[in-house]
């Protein structure tokens, strides 16, 4: 009893301190849950991703450089939603670890303000905001291109491993495509079926005795050389069938739903498009300007989430009991998935209703912030 007392009198001269050294010591002690948090959270997202990437090594025999580089160029994007949650975290662990060991108490009996650790709350938060801003500006928008870029080169310089022997493959957009055989030497495909059906009026069946594909790196369309068949062509409006038979024949082949199923987008769409860009393209009201209004406004709503959340937290981490310790990290948890249900029902308020996307996309941190303020105040109280 006596070392607990020697203890807590310790720490109440400490806080008796300069603001300067209560500041640098909460700073100290949000540190290392944050970066415990920011190490797991992207172990998570790397897993996952690695999913996708292992179909292509599996299909398309990609190399260890291409993996990693694909790995590298995957972070920024996960980040601008890991960073959020880890500051967050880190702010609600360092508070419940003072709290449990009663060392708020013992700033609050120094006669220090609960209100003096918002400094240094602010400025970790501030940081965490900054980082995710850079990150939603040019990170991530770069990222996304370098990844779609490197994805379009390993696929069509390996499309030849891809296809399969005597196996219907239906990856390419409205085309079917069978081969009965494949020289892996040569690249030459023997004994070719493909079923056109892009156009649903005019359905086309094209059988060839040799092929050959000739890719095309400065696009994701790329020739099929057939040789030696013939096409068959169905004319639905006028009800007829036509046969041709031909020596040579080029088909062009689509990847773009291939490569959809790895970088989900094709185009450059908004996400891959820089401030600069994208601000330009606002210029233009358009059928998409609704879109490209939200995906502007998300730039700077989801690096603000890190101040306010840390805001949450601040209140969690004090209120929470000793006992209670646990709870209060997953009464965070409960909170960082609400911020996010809250995002995700705005977005889709802003796309899909008449609400202006700017209240939309900024409801959540506005509700948020409202909350922690509330919170903090009523905690002070007491």
């Known amino acids: ?25 909460l700073l100290a002690e949000i540190v290392p849950p944050f970066g415990v948090t920011l190490l797991v959270f992207c172990c998570i997202f790397l897993i996952s991703r690695m999913l996708e990437v292992t179909k292509l090594i599996v299909n398309y025999q990609m190399d260890f450089f291409s993996v990693l580089k694909i790995v590298i160029h995957s972070i920024p994007s ?12 880190g702010v609600l662990m360092a508070l419940l670890r003072l709290s449990s060991d009663n060392e708020i108490l013992a700033i609050k009996s120094g006669g ?34 370098a990844t779609k870029q490197l994805l379009i080169q390993v696929v069509q310089s390996n499309l030849n491993v891809g296809l399969k022997e005597r196996t219907f493959n239906d990856q390419f957009k409205g085309v079917m495509l069978y081969v009965n ?33 000739i890719s095309d790196n400065q696009s994701s369309r790329f020739q099929l050389q057939l040789n030696d068949g013939t096409i068959n062509q169905v004319d639905q409006e006028q009800a007829s069938v036509y046969s041709v038979h031909f020596d040579q024949y ?24 820089s401030l600069t860009e994208l601000t330009n393209s606002l210029k233009v009201k358009d059928s998409d300007y609704m879109l490209r209004l939200i995906a502007f406004h998300k730039k700077f709503a989801l690096p603000f989430a890190c101040i306010v959340l840390s805001l949450l937290a601040m209140p969690l981490g004090i209120a929470t009991q000793a006992q209670r310790r646990s709870f209060g ?14 995002l995700s029902v705005s977005l889709g308020l802003a796309e899909n209703s008449g609400f202006p996307p700017v209240l939309c996309i900024w409801a959540p941190n ?13 905690g002070t109280r007491y």
């Open 112 to 145: 220090i303000h609960i209100f003096r650790l918002l400094p240094p709350v602010l400025y970790f938060s501030i940081f965490g905001c900054l980082v995710t801003l850079f990150m939603t500006l040019y990170g991530a928008p770069a990222s996304r291109l």
């Open 250 to 273: 080029f088909f062009t082949l689509n990847l773009d739903q291939l490569l959809n199923n790895v970088t989900k987008e094709t185009k450059k769409s908004f996400k891959e498009m």
């Open 1 to 25: 009893m006596k070392e607990k007392m020697n203890r807590f009198i310790n720490k109440n001269t400490i806080y008796q301190l300069k603001p300067p050294i209560l500041h640098t010591y």
């Open 329 to 342: 990290v997953v009464l965070g948890l409960i909170f960082f998935l609400l911020y996010y249900v809250l």
């Open 366 to 378: 506005i509700l948020i912030l409202i909350l922690a303020i509330y919170l903090l105040i009523r």
């Open 78 to 89: 996960f980040l601008i939603f890991v960073f959020p949650m880890s500051v967050m975290m």
């Open 181 to 213: 055989k494949i020289d892996p030497k040569t690249g030459l495909l023997k004994h070719i079926f493909v079923q056109d059906q892009q156009d649903e009026q005019r359905v086309l069946t094209i059988i060839a005795n040799r092929g050959k594909i």
